[in-house]
C-alpha cells in the first residue's frame, strides 16, 4: 500500500512563504494526493487535489496564496505571503485499489 | 450547502459499546464514498472505516471484528457502531465524504469525541 511521509515540523516569518512537503512510497510515484489543513481545535480542511503531472484543483474558498506542485514522488504545498491563520496542522492525503485512505503524519507549521 | 454533522460520542468504559452517528445533508450519502477517521489526541490522522456507494465496507486492521459502518438511506445518514472498545480507541471520529473512487475527502464533520476510559 502507499506510505506518505512528511516533515514534522516547519516555520517561516509572517508574510514570507513556505514549501512543504509529501513524499510517496517507491512504486507510488505517479498517485495524486490531496492536501488538508486543520487548524487547532478544528476539524480538517480540504484545500486541494494535486495529480502527479502538477496539476490542482481548490477547495472552494481556498485562497489564491495556497499552490501546488509535485516533482517525481514528491507533492509539494507552498504558501505564499504567510499569514498568522495559516498556522496549523497540514496532511496529504492518497488512495488506491486497495488502500480506501490513507494519510501522512502531517506537518505542524508555525508562523513566526 | 453540505453539511456533516457527528453525534453519539462520550465517555466509555473499556469493553463496552457505542454507535456513532453522521447526519448528511446537501447531498446523498448512499451515492458517495463515506468514511470515519479517527484523531487521537495530539497525533495525526487514521482512516477507520468506508462505505462504498455500492454498500461494500473496509476496515482498518485496528478496528476490524470490532467496528461496524452502515448507512441509512431513508435519514440519509452514516454510522459507526463500535464495540469491544478499547482504551487505544480514544479518539476525535469525523466523517468524511469522498465524491468517489479517484477523488479524495473533499468534506468533513465537525467531529465527536470518544473516550475509553475506567
Known amino acids: 500500500q502507499p506510505v506518505l511521509t512528511q516533515s514534522s515540523s516547519a516555520s517561516a516569518s509572517l508574510g514570507s512563504s513556505v514549501k512543504l512537503t509529501c513524499t510517496l512510497s517507491?512504486?507510488?510515484?505517479?498517485?495524486?494526493i490531496a492536501w488538508h489543513q486543520q487548524q487547532p481545535g478544528k476539524a480538517p480542511r480540504y484545500l486541494m487535489k494535486?495529480?502527479?503531472?502538477?496539476?490542482?484543483n481548490k477547495g472552494s474558498g481556498v485562497p489564491d496564496r495556497f499552490s501546488g506542485s509535485s516533482s517525481g514522488a514528491d507533492r509539494y504545498l507552498t504558501i505564499s505571503n504567510l499569514q498568522s491563520e495559516d498556522e496549523a496542522d497540514y496532511y496529504c492525503?492518497?488512495?488506491?485499489?486497495?488502500?480506501?485512505?490513507?494519510f501522512g503524519g502531517g506537518t505542524k507549521l508555525t508562523v513566526l | 450547502e453540505v453539511q456533516l454533522v457527528e453525534s453519539g460520542g462520550g465517555l466509555i468504559q473499556p469493553g463496552g459499546s457505542l454507535r456513532l452517528s453522521c447526519a448528511a445533508s446537501g447531498f446523498t450519502v448512499s451515492i458517495n464514498y463515506m468514511s470515519w477517521v479517527r484523531q487521537a489526541p495530539g497525533k495525526g490522522l487514521e482512516w477507520v472505516s468506508v462505505?462504498?456507494?455500492?454498500?461494500?465496507?473496509y476496515y482498518a486492521d485496528s478496528v476490524k471484528g470490532r467496528f461496524t459502518i452502515s448507512r441509512d438511506n431513508s435519514k440519509n445518514t452514516l454510522y459507526l457502531q463500535m464495540n469491544s472498545l478499547r482504551a487505544e480507541d480514544t479518539a476525535v471520529y469525523y466523517c468524511?465524504?469522498?465524491?468517489?473512487?479517484?477523488?479524495?475527502?473533499?468534506?468533513w464533520g465537525q467531529g465527536t469525541l470518544v473516550t475509553v476510559s475506567s
Open positions: 468524511a465524504r469522498k465524491e468517489g473512487f479517484g477523488e479524495p475527502v473533499r468534506y
Open positions: 492525503e492518497t488512495w488506491d485499489s486497495n488502500t480506501p485512505l490513507v
Open positions: 494535486l495529480e502527479g503531472s502538477g496539476g490542482y
Open positions: 517507491s512504486g507510488h510515484s505517479s498517485y495524486i
Open positions: 462505505i462504498y456507494s455500492g454498500g461494500s465496507t
